[in-house]
T-cell receptor, first 110, second 115 residues
Framework: KNEVEQSPQNLTAQEGEFITINCSYS?????LHWLQQHPGGGIVSLFM???GKKKHGRLIATINIQEKHSSLHITASHPRDSAVYIC????????????FGTGTRLQVFP | EAGVVQSPRYKIIEKKQPVAFWCNPI?????LYWYRQNLGQGPELLIR????????DSQLPKDRFSAERLKGVDSTLKIQPAELGDSAVYLC?????????????FGPGTRLLVL
């Protein structure tokens, strides 16, 4: 069993839909990262969470440390949101080793 | 500010050939990571450098993979000889413990295809 599990693995949506991607982990952590990877591109960090909730534009990330679960929400989805979203867990200092999930491939159609 | 630079972006080689990837981290970042990402998978750490010292290379297949970070800035990752299973995207990332930045910054990756 992977230490970081994401669901769903693949997700398609119509433009404007509200999207939720889930991440569950089995190890003790002090921080969780949500990353975005576009086809052929590098990885961009979206959020780093240690508790509660963070919001940036149409993106919202939440984490429940007790339940070892995090969600990434996209409101009013747009085709440009199409990418692979990766959950990774690690320490609060960025030099700690990150353990990555396998990613959720999102496709938003106009 | 320039991001993490990697080259080449794409590389196609025949099996048993050597290949090398280069990474230039963000200026001032003392920590450098090499990851391998197989299709449909998340990245896996191969090696992590603090300045010029490799502090975590437990996942690096040392029989064919080698890496160096001379002078604690640029880094190269080499595979010799390459095998079919080495086809993947090789990602470089950097971070700065001194600035306590919260994230690793990733390069665009080198997509390797071994035929």
């Amino acid at each position: 069993k992977n230490e970081v599990e994401q669901s769903p693995q693949n997700l398609t949506a119509q433009e404007g839909e509200f999207i939720t991607i889930n991440c569950s982990y089995s190890v003790g952590i002090s921080a969780l990262h949500w990353l975005q990877q576009h086809p052929g591109g590098g990885i961009v960090s979206l959020f780093m969470l240690s508790s509660g909730k963070k919001k940036h534009g149409r993106l919202i990330a939440t984490i429940n440390i007790q339940e070892k679960h995090s969600s990434l929400h996209i409101t009013a989805s747009h085709p440009r949101d199409s990418a692979v979203y990766i959950c990774a867990v690690g320490g609060t200092y960025n030099t700690d080793k990150l353990i990555f999930g396998t990613g959720t491939r999102l496709q938003v159609f106009p | 500010e320039a991001g993490v630079v990697q080259s080449p972006r794409y590389k196609i080689i025949e099996k048993k050939q050597p290949v090398a990837f280069w990474c230039n981290p963000i200026s001032g970042h003392n920590t450098l990571y090499w990851y391998r990402q197989n299709l449909g998978q998340g990245p896996e750490l191969l090696i992590r450098y603090e300045n010029e010292e490799a502090v975590d290379d437990s996942q690096l297949p040392k029989d064919r993979f080698s890496a160096e970070r001379l002078k604690g800035v640029d880094s190269t990752l080499k595979i010799q000889p390459a095998e079919l299973g080495d086809s993947a995207v090789y990602l470089c990332a950097s971070s700065s413990v001194w600035q306590r930045q919260e994230t690793q910054y990733f390069g665009p990756g080198t997509r390797l295809l071994v035929l």
